[in-house]
């Protein structure tokens, strides 16, 4: 069965320090591939998404991410981090052309340390 | 706009009741999608719908939920009788349409207890 993986499940650091976030998915296709962030007592929201184009790309937020087809990775960035950075972030997979089912990974719960 | 609403916030019930979970989507959305976020699965897509039709429910756990979508801005998550286990956050988000590019909006969840 495809399924989507991020690496940490936890990860703190200071305000200033870089961020990166791991992710991978199983799946040969086409896929389109999702970062969602959820703030402390807040719903979802949309952080970058990717499906075709150069495979490093920005997001909002100061966000960015690398999609590495060769090895199924979609990571997330972020050069200097604040303590509003401090959130669970989920990255998510839509699987084939048509695909408009989401699959999420496990999250990724992100504390930063003012 | 107001974004994907949904309703309670908050419920606290106890075992054996009935459980009704609310969805409004974003005006003009024709694809509206029921999650379940648990500390242990994560987040889960239980239920889809395409114009008020339900297309994919092969991730409800079983009898005991069960969702309809009687109008395009109306949905509800049922869940007769609930199970303790059956705490969780529950979303809904919609979209513009089913293609894979497209954005799926979330909704603030509806924090389910049961004790």
């Known amino acids: 069965a495809q399924s989507v993986s991020q690496h940490n499940h936890h990860v703190i650091l200071s305000e200033a320090a870089s961020l990166e976030l791991g992710c991978n998915y199983s799946?040969?296709?086409?896929?389109?591939l999702f970062w969602y962030v959820q703030y402390p007592g807040q719903h979802l929201q949309l952080l970058l998404k990717?499906?075709?184009?150069?495979?490093l790309f920005k997001g909002i937020k100061g966000f960015e991410a690398e999609f590495i087809k060769s090895k199924f990775s979609f990571n997330l960035r972020k050069p200097s981090v604040q303590w509003s950075d401090t959130a669970e972030y989920f990255c998510?997979?839509?699987?084939?052309?048509?695909?408009?089912?989401?699959?999420f990974g496990g999250g990724t719960r992100v504390l930063v340390k003012p | 706009d107001a974004g994907v609403i949904q309703s309670p916030r908050h419920e606290v019930t106890e075992m054996g009741q009935e459980v009704t979970l609310r969805c409004k989507p974003i005006?003009?959305?024709?694809?509206l999608f029921w999650y379940r976020q648990t500390m242990m699965r994560g987040l889960e897509l239980l239920i889809y719908?395409?114009?008020?039709?339900?297309?994919?429910d092969s991730g409800m756990p079983e009898d005991r939920f069960s969702a309809k979508m009687p109008n395009a801005s109306f949905s509800t998550l049922k869940i007769q009788p609930s199970e303790p286990r059956d705490s969780a956050v529950y979303f809904c988000?919609?979209?513009?349409?089913?293609?894979?590019?497209?954005?799926?909006?979330f909704g603030p969840g509806t924090r389910l207890t049961v004790l």
């Open positions: 005006s003009g959305h024709d694809y």
């Open positions: 988000a919609s979209s513009t349409s089913g293609r894979s590019t497209d954005t799926q909006y």
């Open positions: 998510a997979v839509k699987l084939g052309a048509a695909g408009n089912k989401l699959t």
């Open positions: 799946y040969g296709g086409t896929v389109n």
């Open positions: 990717y499906f075709s184009g150069d495979p």
């Open positions: 719908f395409n114009n008020n039709v339900p297309i994919d």
